[in-house]
């Protein structure tokens, strides 16, 4: 997580080898976090990888939306 940035950033890293997948951060454009993949390689994910991309996010968000 960086927290030099106005907004949190979490690398996603492959659990077997360590290489960076690519990364959860806010997008003002979309107003909301999104996964960014990284561009120096296609990944692939499996359903389940995607469901924890997709779980992370949503509590994010759910976290982000409780703050006053």
Excluded at 2 to 24: F, P
Excluded at 35 to 56: H, K, N, R
């Amino acid at each position: 997580m960086s927290a030099e940035a106005k907004t949190k950033k979490w690398d996603c890293l492959n659990i077997r080898h360590g290489s960076q997948l690519g990364l959860v951060r806010w997008d003002g454009g979309w107003r909301q976090y999104i996964f960014a993949p990284t561009t120096l390689s296609v990944p692939i994910f499996s359903a389940g990888c995607l469901a924890d991309i997709q779980d992370f996010i949503e509590q994010t968000m759910r976290e982000r939306k409780a703050k006053p």
